[in-house]
């Protein structure tokens, strides 16, 4: 600010002026400082701009002085508002505010407005604008205070009308007396409230309209805390009165829900419950004991079911601020409550299209009433009718989210889409937050209803962020990583419309896109086997020709690594049928299917899970080395009478040594080929030829 930069210039200007004069040098001029109050630039005619080019006062008020304020009158408006200007917290701010309350200066300087203003001197109206800003931006309570006050705050904002920076004067004082109409719903019988309530007001006017673009950052949060505890002041006075509340739910009892008075009392309970956010716990939570007393959810659920959408809005406002303070009694409420009226009416409002943000809100609340970590013992039987009552209404909806085709003939049309897509979404939202949260009851309704299948149904309409909704529900479901889920998936083959889907999508980089992508990597980095088999068998001949990402030939990858790893425990068993079965094993025997790229990998996973040398392999390779030297590289060892040197043959891959039976009823013999030999007819995964199960002592054909 060019308070503070003026103020820290003539520091530095100082200490640089007593420095040259210890050294008998003579100093610079320094240069002219830019002067805030310098207001030459306005454009509003009438003003001479020649009259506000003088110097700045580059040192204010000496700090160890008390700050004396000239007379207020015409001739001394431009030295009052310089000395206002000058002040700074680091030096007679305290002093300033001091020597504008002495003696009434301050009510003084007001009533010369009045004179000015008669005068219509615009020039002298600037400088009193220019006053009046720096007092407000000297961010006391006790100016505020001053200011605000019933008898005062109209010549304030008359002084801030005339500001020079505009081209035309405002009529802030017009719209505060004529415009602003204060509606009393209830009587209220304090004045100490009732002068709470209309200072708080015109502070926000001030903070936000007057002096929104030269207000700083301290005096903005002074003024807005005010505001706040004003509205506290407000809260309490209320709370405190015993007829206060009576008279209203009264009035909420008798008047028609379609009368304006009645809008009127459930907009004033909106703020109300607003305002006691900020209360102290003990407070708040009394404000609701005594709304809950006055039968407050009664009201709401009359408030719920009216056709106007704002009074809606408001009253699943309200719903909110109690569920957050009194969840318990809601729930409790919605239980026990006749026919479930207020439960069915939210049910039925996240079902109901709309654009004026009640879906969005009753989501919202819903998510908070099905919370299962609550304290309360009422959540489990609030989740019990809720999933009994409820929750097929939600999944008809989607059931019916495509109309089909009635005739053979209209088969080729494309199906027309049925609800709100808006609608579906949020729906899909709630279900994934059923699946996050609760465990058992959503799984076994996902199964018997089949929820999974109707969810992704969303595939087939023509909104993007719809399907993209479906796969973020089937990443859900296989984010918990349950094998119940998995196993419903592949049964069902429900992954076959999101793969038809991402295929149809093509390489188009979109949500779509990257949603599918993140899911089949995220089940290879769990190594979710059952659902990568399923993948690869399934889809692995579709999914081969997307180069772009290698996320699917990883995912092939890790398959192989199951199928090798189910061939080296199982005794060397079809490759087919040990990837049907699910083994648990990782691929370390081969990198003959795997790319180039992978290799490395693979092998720094054998050495991080490789075990040491047993006896027999420490045999073999201190007897054999004689005739190493003389052995082609892919000739495999003679083996012995026991059959040993076949079995560590065939267990030994090119990446080193793993892990591999240790019956020796058993014997696994096969070629070993190094990474370098081109991969041959007889080395082909699932050739019979390629491992053999001898008797015990029968040695290979080879």
């Known amino acids: 600010e060019t308070i503070g930069c003026n103020y820290i210039w003539e520091q530095i200007h100082s200490v640089q002026t007593q420095y040259s004069n210890s050294k008998g040098e003579v100093t610079r001029a320094s240069p002219r400082v830019v002067d805030e109050f310098d207001v030459s630039g306005g454009t509003r005619p009438g003003i001479n701009e020649d009259s506000f080019s003088e110097e700045c006062y580059n040192e204010g008020p000496d700090p160890g002085m008390p700050v004396e304020f000239p007379a207020p009158d015409l001739n001394n408006l431009a030295e009052v508002a310089k000395i206002i200007h000058s002040a700074t917290a680091a ?3 305290e002093k300033v505010v001091a020597a504008l309350l002495k003696k009434g200066y301050l009510r003084k300087l007001l009533e010369l407005f009045r004179t000015v203003e ?9 400088y009193i604008f220019k006053a009046l800003k720096g007092v407000v931006l000297l961010n006391d309570t006790n100016i505020f205070e001053f200011i605000l006050s019933e008898e005062n705050v109209m010549d304030v904002v008359g002084a801030l009308e005339y500001d020079p920076e505009l081209t035309s004067k405002q009529n ?8 602003v109409v204060f509606k009393e719903v209830v009587p209220i019988t304090d004045p100490n409230i009732l002068a709470k309530i209309h200072q708080t007001y015109r502070i926000g006017y001030l903070k936000d309209v007057i002096l929104a ?5 301290a005096s903005f949060n002074t003024l807005s805390s005010l505001v706040l505890f004003n509205n506290v002041v407000v809260a309490l006075g209320l709370q405190n009165d015993p007829n206060f509340f009576r008279e209203l739910f009264s009035r909420l009892q008798t008047h028609d829900p379609d009368s304006v008075e009645w809008k009127d009392l459930i907009s004033f309970l909106q703020e109300l419950c607003n305002i006691a956010k900020f209360l102290q716990p003990a407070h708040r939570s009394q404000l609701f004991s005594t709304l809950t007393s006055h039968s407050i959810l009664e009201v709401l659920t009359r408030a719920v079911g009216v056709n106007d959408a704002a009074t809606r809005l408001r009253a699943l406002d309200i719903l909110l601020a109690c ?3 009194i969840p318990g009694t809601l729930r409790d409420f919605l239980n026990h409550q006749p026919s479930h009226q207020l439960f069915s009416l939210l049910v039925d409002g996240l079902l109901t299209h709309d654009q004026d943000g009640i879906q969005e809100q009753t989501l919202e609340i819903l998510r908070l009433l099905l919370d299962p970590d609550s304290p309360e013992q009422s959540v489990n039987l609030f989740l019990e009718t809720f999933y009994e009552k409820y929750v097929d209404q939600l999944v008809a909806a989607l059931t019916h989210c495509l109309t089909p085709n009635s005739t053979a003939a209209d088969k080729s049309k494309p199906i027309q889409p049925q609800g709100s897509a808006s609608t579906l979404n949020l729906i899909v939202e709630l279900l994934c937050f059923c699946v996050r949260y609760h465990s058992y009851r959503i799984k076994y309704y996902v199964l018997r209803n089949n929820v999974v299948e109707k969810v992704l149904k969303l595939t087939q309409r023509p909104e993007r962020f719809l399907v993209v909704s479906a796969v973020r529900f089937l990443r859900t479901c296989i984010g918990l990583k349950d094998e119940f889920y998995h196993r419903y998936l592949t049964k069902n083959n429900l992954f076959a419309p999101v793969i038809e889907v991402f295929l149809s999508n093509g390489d188009r980089y979109n949500l779509l896109n990257s949603a599918v992508i993140e899911m089949v990597d995220f089940i290879r980095r ?9 993948l690869v068998e399934q889809f692995g001949t579709k999914l081969e020709g997307i180069n772009y990402v290698d996320t699917f030939q990883l995912l092939k990858v890790r398959y192989e690594q199951h199928l090798e790893g189910r061939e080296l425990q199982g005794g ?27 290799r490395g990998m693979d092998g720094r996973r054998q050495r991080r899970e490789g075990r040491g040398l047993d006896k027999d392999e420490e045999d073999y390779f201190s007897t054999g080395s004689d005739d190493s030297d003389d052995e082609s590289p892919h000739h495999p060892a003679q083996p012995s009478a026991s059959g040993s040197s076949e079995r560590e043959t065939a267990a030994r891959g090119p990446l080193g040594l793993v892990d591999y039976r240790d019956e020796e009823d058993e014997p696994l013999i096969g070629p070993s080929r190094p990474p370098s030999e081109p991969e041959t007819v007889g080395h082909k995964r699932g050739d019979t030829n390629k491992l053999k199960l001898l008797p015990d002592g029968e040695a290979a054909p080879w």
């Not at 008669?118 to 600037?126: C, M, R």
């Not at 673009?213 to 950052?217: A, G, M, P, T």
């Open 526 to 534: 769990e190594n979710i086997k059952s659902l990568i088999a399923h």
């Open 172 to 179: 802030h004082r017009a719209f505060l007396r004529d415009s």
């Open 118 to 126: 008669d005068l219509e001197d615009a020039e002298s109206l600037a």
């Open 213 to 217: 673009r030269v207000l700083d950052d």
């Open 323 to 325: 569920l957050n303070q």
């Open 91 to 93: 030096r007679n701010h």
């Open 572 to 598: 060397g068993g079809n490759g087919a049928d040990g990837g049907a079965s699910g083994g648990s094993a990782p691929d370390t025997s081969s990198t003959a299917a795997h790319p180039q790229g992978f």
